[in-house]
């Protein structure tokens, strides 16, 4: 992988499509659009222009769209093909693109990659763009917009920049230890600003499972002993015929997982083993998964059939919601007080209180959050050695002057390394090949 090679790719979805967009970007980006187009159009101006292939036939009319370097997303001379989205349109296209010098086909976030390193975004921003390509819901939008807004980059520069500040003067205030005019005060209002920003980034990062519940999901477990209607709920909740059922106890090993819209927000929603003592050793570790997974549940859905003795189990330290199922057959109102709400997924009665009740219990863990929250473990990561290092500086203040200001280099380090500021030269390869081909 070389960086001056001219790198393509379709950037455009799944084909055939009405329109597809083939996107080259790299040095040779202008002359390879001379001999595609015959004519490389005004930058910026979209010309209607028939491309050819070697032999001079014609492979489709298509619009062509040229950005000159160092304007254009990733910095370099950008050349887009608007061609009609049939398979062998784009076959023949990406064929013959490749068969010029220094020219190959993308990797998986080479353009946002580019325009990294050409300073036209930094990695806040080029994770944003990689979130707003893959937000499913109005809420994973939102976040991934305001990552790729530029708003988060500016707070976290902002903070390693007052600490880079807080150091020099520091670090001054040592050179002239000796002198007599150095006002005292100096040091006390230098530590005030470092102990704010400290505060800040604990504040900051306390929303952090904020940010992941936005961004990867709120998880729903439903649980609950055999036969109890969990993969019936399963499928009504999702609206389509996911999980086996029948009325053998024990039907359900695998953990099975559907994503749901709730109101904006993205719900992951899984289906369990029953629980309960058994001696089959697959179904053992069907109840051992869902044991498993009932540890990081946001929200317990606790199953028991109505018509049943057993009242729905309670998982400590979980956030939990008892319910009674096959409503249908049951008409006495007692059994129901057991319950924070009954409902059958075969009359689709309750239904609509349960997503109530999720809606309601998920807001009260992120609504009203400001949007300005870390999303990643990288982010998280790096925050929280900032936040160690500034606690360093803070306990190290009274024993000696010069060790404050080593942590205080530290934590706007790795403030830095969040941008990508400071070097993460070995960090690229793993954060942009997450990120898709095309973009
Ligand atoms: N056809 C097409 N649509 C697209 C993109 C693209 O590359 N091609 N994008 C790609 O992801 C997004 C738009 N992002 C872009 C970001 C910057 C520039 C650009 O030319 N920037 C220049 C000039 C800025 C200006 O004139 O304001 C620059 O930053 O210098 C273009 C697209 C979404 N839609
Ligand atoms: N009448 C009625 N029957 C239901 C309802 N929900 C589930 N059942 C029946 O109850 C039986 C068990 O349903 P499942 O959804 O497979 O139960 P489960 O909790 O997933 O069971 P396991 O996977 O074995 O743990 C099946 O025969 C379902 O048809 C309901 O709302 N009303
Ligand atoms: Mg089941």
Known sequence: MRASDTIFALSSGALPSGVAVIRISGPGAFDICASVAGHVPEPRRAQLLT????DNTAIDQALVLTFRGPASFTGEDCVEFHLHGGRAVIRAMLDLLSSFADTRH????????????????????????????????????????????????????????????ARAMIEAELDFSDEEDIPGSV??????????????????LAGSRTGEIIRDGYQVVIAGPPNAGKSSLLNALAKRDIAIVTDVAGTTRDVLEVHLDIGGYAVRLYDTAGLRETDDTVELEGVRRARALLETADLVLSLADMSGEEDAEIFPDRDCLKIGTKADLFSGQQKADAFDLVLSSQSGEGMDRLIA???????????????????????????????????????????????????????????????????????LDVIFSSFCVGK
Not at 51 to 54: A, D, T
Not at 187 to 201: G, N
Not at 381 to 407: K, V
């Open 187 to 204: 040091s006390e209002t230098i530590w005030q600003s470092v102990e704010e920003i400290t505060e800040s980034i604990r504040r900051h």
């Open 106 to 165: 993308a990797e998986a976030g080479e353009f946002t990659r580019r325009a990294f390193e050409n300073g036209k975004l930094d990695l806040v921003e080029a994770e944003g763009l990689s979130d707003v390509i893959v937000a499913e819901t109005e809420m994973q939008r939102r976040l991934a917009m305001e990552q790729a807004s530029g708003h988060l980059s500016k707070l976290y520069e902002g903070w390693a920049k007052a600490l880079t500040h």
């Open 357 to 427: 009740a999720i809606s309601d219990r998920l807001a009260e863990r992120v609504a009203g959050a400001s949007l300005s929250l870390p999303v990643r473990q990288r982010q998280t990561d790096y925050l929280r050695q900032a936040l160690g290092a500034l606690e360093e500086a803070s306990s190290a203040r009274a024993l000696s002057p010069e060790l404050p200001s080593e942590s205080l280099r530290r934590a706007a380090e790795s403030l830095g390394r969040i941008t990508g500021r400071v070097d993460v030269e070995d960090l």
């Open 51 to 54: 491309l050819r292939g070697r």
